[in-house]
């Protein structure tokens, strides 16, 4: 089962561990918002249609390596505050490996392959945030 | 041909896109870009470093030397920055 | 903040979740009772002590060894049926391959580092299981 | 000394664990075993195979030539298996 959510909304841990509960072994990655060097606000734009196309290719190819029984991403957009939950990514599988892996590949890739782009508000001032080179590193080892 | 832009290239630019028909000439992403860029300020300001750019084409991610010819939806953003 | 928990009680994951939401990246890992060849029930045995001794040694080996904010091991014991959460690990960290990383190595070591012992009931008849050598692997990748 | 006994250790022996006081000659884990199999047929089949045990001196996992002088608790048990 592959679940894909782009929301404004607050992202619901619990529910999605518990859809993800297929299988004897479940992974979970959640990100949140830092408030690293005062950020008061982060903002997430997004490429609606192009998103969940981009995010489903990511799942359906994790399901298809790793043999999982389900495997989710929920991306949050729109404004948000420190300590709120940004993406929550979820692999479940018969056997840990697969799902640690799988998870960890869904998480790394969904950073350089999914159209998102974050806005920073310091002190009343917004500034977009730059892509990073270990990013990149990241997702390719899984290429 | 449909363009979106996003982030600071829609800021840039000030708007969220446009339609356009770019002449023969222009058959890479990269040669729309170039041919944006005399549009007003606002695409030579967002358009100024073309290394700094992304592309896609009807939705999927594509170099900027990619062709154009057939494209309905073309969208020029800065490197992506989510997760 | 390391957290240890031994238990006969069903695992809240919210909760969990929750207590290690420190710092920008939270991995969870959950291992699940499977249904495997009929198992009915599966009971779990442990060296009471011991067992938290060896956790609470993994844990603070991980928080070392990856800079983490919080990391949490809750393992249930007694009896329990296919579906129910047997094991949960949980590291978080500001950076996420700290965190993913820290969560494999806890359920990987766990694995060979803590005095449990597994009994599955088939069909009214209770057997041992038995230990597997791919464990043995898995947990030597972090030595 | 007490030794604990744990998984289908516990169970051949028929007991979690008893108070023994080993003969000097007893010097490590594996002596302990070799000593403790003629106490009873429980722990003649419990230790019937050193090579399948493990065990723990003073809640510590130790190798079975392991010197046990000084130790309060032993515990001996089969490979782990949570998880």
């Known amino acids: ?143 | 041909m449909q363009l979106l832009y996003f982030a600071w290239v829609r800021e840039r630019i000030g708007m969220g896109g446009e339609e356009v028909s770019p002449p023969e000439a222009v058959e890479t992403v990269a040669d729309l870009v170039a041919w944006l860029s005399s549009r007003s300020d606002g695409h030579a300001a967002a358009f100024a470093k073309p290394a700094r750019l992304r592309a896609a084409v009807d939705q999927a991610f594509v170099p900027l030397d990619t062709r154009i010819a057939g494209a309905r939806e073309i969208a020029i953003f800065p490197p992506v920055t989510g997760g």
Do not use: N
């Open chain 1, 1 to 143: 089962m592959i679940r894909i959510l782009v929301t404004t909304d607050a992202i619901d841990i619990a529910a999605e561990q518990v859809s993800l509960e297929q299988g004897g072994a479940v992974a979970t990655f959640t990100g949140l918002v830092r408030a690293d060097d005062g950020v008061a606000t982060l903002e997430l734009e997004h490429y609606p249609g192009a998103t969940e196309a981009a995010l489903l290719r990511l799942a359906e190819q994790a399901v298809a390596r790793w043999s999982l029984s389900a495997a989710t991403i929920v991306h949050r957009v729109g404004p948000m505050h420190p300590g709120e939950r940004i993406v929550f990514t979820g692999a479940a599988s018969a056997h840990r490996a697969a799902a640690l892996e799988a998870c960890a590949f869904l998480i790394d890739r969904l950073k350089t392959d999914a159209p998102f782009w974050k806005r920073e508000v310091v002190a009343g001032k917004g500034r977009w945030v730059e892509a990073r080179e270990s990013d990149d590193h990241a997702a390719d080892r899984w290429r």
